[in-house]
């Protein structure tokens, strides 16, 4: 069997999401069907390393498949594969692995990236961001994403079951503006994230910079006490984008210092 690394790009728009579903199209069952379909092989233990929800788009997922298939080149997979996909999902690369690779283990840090457009967006881009209206303060709007770098836990700005532990580390937060495309891109870099937990801090960070929320302070206790929870908004799946995910390099038999996103 044949351990393969391949990183994907896809648009989230028209799926449920990455996982597998019964009677609902999904990025895992379009890659597997499509490899069974073109070279007439099943693809074993298929996995992703983030589960992305319904309409949240990669440019760098990470999968891993093993197989029977042998005398085809990885470059020459990639060209025969692409062309039997759906135009919203692109293999980007397949490299040969060691048999013990697992995407969802070893990781660095994975890279989010939420855009967020000021005005209205052609109907050719809306689905890949958030057309927000109303007028919000950038220099609130970066104070408040400043307060969720570092380690925190962040139960109010996820979708999980009570008893998973929901403390988590976020490395980094950067955000540019594109002056031409009218456009805020906010990067959230961490080794691990909750369910919703990229989109709720965006959200939560917009509704504080919100123009009509000018006098509520933004420090900590702001944004990690209930007191103001009833503000906080969730922001839509379409505008989050997973960038890219860095791995470490493997040192000794350490394979479950990763954990599954599924944001």
């Not at 029977?68 to 062309?83: A, Y």
């Not at 660095?108 to 303060?137: C, D, L, N, S």
């Not at 925190?152 to 955000?175: A, G, M, P, W």
């Not at 909750?194 to 959200?203: Q, T």
Request: overall charge positive.
């Amino acid at each position: 069997m044949r351990s393969l690394k391949m990183v994907v790009a896809y648009s989230g728009s028209r799926y449920a999401g990455w996982q597998w579903q019964p009677q609902l199209p999904s990025v895992d069952n379009t890659l597997r069907t499509t490899f069974k379909k073109v070279f007439q092989q099943d693809c074993f233990y298929l996995v992703g390393a983030s589960r992305t929800d319904a309409g949240v788009h990669a440019e760098g997922q990470v999968v891993r498949i093993k197989t029977p298939l042998n005398g085809i080149s990885c470059q020459k997979m990639v060209e025969v594969f692409n062309k039997a996909l759906p135009q919203d999902v692109l293999i980007k690369s397949i490299e040969e692995v060691d048999s013990t690779f697992h995407p969802q283990h070893n990781i660095a840090y994975k890279i989010y990236e939420y855009v967020i457009f000021t005005e209205r967006p052609h109907p050719h881009i809306a689905h890949m961001g958030w057309y927000v209206p109303m007028p919000f303060q950038e220099n609130r709007l970066r104070q408040a994403l400043s307060f969720f770098v570092g380690t925190h836990d962040f139960r109010l700005f996820c979708k999980e079951e009570e008893s998973k532990n929901t403390i988590r580390s976020v490395l980094s937060i950067d955000v540019e503006y594109n002056s031409d495309k009218k456009t805020y891109h906010i990067q959230v870099k961490g080794r691990s994230f909750l369910r919703y937990m990229v989109r709720r801090i965006v959200g939560s960070a917009v509704a504080l910079a919100l123009t009509k929320n000018a006098q509520i302070p933004i420090n900590h206790g702001t944004i990690f006490k209930q007191k103001y929870t009833k503000i906080l908004l969730t922001a839509p799946a379409q505008g989050l984008c997973l960038i890219h995910i860095e791995y470490n390099a493997i040192k000794g038999t350490d394979k479950h210092n990763g954990e599954l996103n599924h944001v």
